[in-house]
């Protein structure tokens, strides 16, 4: 039977203090979600956000008097008196970004929305995340303003102040493009190059590289057969639409990258490549090699990329023993 895991309770505090969420611990401590819940509730802990208690503090005409059960919705909600004395409900949302400022009894509506104007307008300069609101602006629907928030990547948007508040990392939507970019890119570099069970690869400096393709080996075997310094996916780029690209080859001495494709970008491009290549291209040198480009640059004796599988089953090997030690030995 399997031993339970341990793991010291000073180690989740330290995460827990960094920010880290279950995802990212379970990712970490190579744990299952299950596991790591059962770890934190032994210790005692918790990853869920200490908010702020409202109890005692005044909201314009209400004054929080104590806590209540969450509503169905799970939201914290007080029990808050106003300065005419009636008593109301109020979640703690509304409290803090001022929707709420009466138990209903302020029907002042033009001093209501000149209050609600100057407190909208002291929100402006703040920073959110990748939000920086810069000016407001009336909900045509309700009697509330919106922000109007610059993103760090120039696109202007409007935003409630209170999602700016409750979101984790506010942006114009390209931040969690960029997290899922990013996502994607990790697991295809860890996938294709520590994955063993992929068939792919070249020898380089007496070392087994794992690639993707049979064109990305052929080139890669020209490369090392004429001494041409290279590195294979040499590293995962950030470009300004927060996307990642990892080219296939960089070449050292010319300072130019190199991406192999099988079929043109018109024909097949699931994921967007010729945008990335397009906005990489506007700070890099990067050529793309299609099959015909490979059998010229690399002295290729076939013009069919079949006739190597065909030439492997002659030598009795696999494809990819082939293409991998034997294609520049057989001809």
């Known amino acids: 039977m399997r031993p339970r895991i341990k793991i010291g309770k000073n180690v989740f505090i330290d995460m827990i203090e960094k920010g880290c969420t279950r995802a990212e611990m379970t990712k970490i401590l190579n744990v299952s979600k299950s596991t790591l819940a059962r770890l934190l509730n032994e210790h005692n802990l918790s990853t869920k956000k200490e ?78 995340g990748k939000l920086t609101i810069i000016d407001i602006k009336k909900d045509k629907h309700v009697n509330v303003y919106n922000m109007v928030c610059e993103c760090e990547c120039g696109n202007i948007v409007e935003r409630k102040y209170s999602n700016l508040l409750k979101i984790e990392t506010p942006s114009c939507g390209c931040y969690a493009k960029e997290m899922s970019s990013k996502r994607m890119s990790e697991d295809i570099l860890v996938k294709f190059k520590n994955n063993r069970n992929k068939n792919w690869y070249f020898i380089k400096n007496d070392e087994i590289v794992y690639c993707r393709s049979g064109y990305e080996v052929i ?7 004429n001494n041409i310094e290279f590195e294979y996916e040499p590293k995962c780029f950030k470009l300004d639409n927060g996307k990642r690209y990892t080219p296939d080859f960089y070449l050292i001495n010319e300072d130019k990258y190199i991406e192999i494709k099988g079929v043109p970008f018109h024909v097949f491009d699931k994921s967007s490549q010729s945008d990335k290549i397009k906005k990489f291209r506007r700070k890099y040198r990067l050529d793309i090699y299609y099959w015909d480009d490979l059998v010229n640059i690399c002295h290729l004796p076939y013009k069919g990329y079949a006739s190597y599988g065909a030439r492997a089953m002659k030598l009795n090997v696999s494809s990819e023993d082939y293409l991998g030690k034997y294609l520049y030995l057989t001809y």
């Not at 208690?53 to 509503?71: P, T």
């Not at 080139?219 to 057969?225: D, E, K, R, S, V």
Request: glycine residues 8%.
């Open 51 to 128: 908010y702020e208690d409202l109890v005692g503090k005044q909201f314009e005409k209400l004054k929080v008097i104590k806590r209540l059960e969450n509503s169905s919705d799970r939201r914290r909600v007080y029990l808050c008196q106003c300065d005419c004395g009636n008593f109301t409900k109020v979640k703690a949302r509304y409290l803090n970004c001022g929707d709420t400022r009466s138990c209903g009894c302020y029907k002042d509506f033009g001093e209501y929305k000149e209050q609600n104007q100057k407190e909208a307008y002291k929100k402006v300069g703040e920073k959110h």
């Open 219 to 225: 080139y890669a075997n020209y490369l090392i057969l």
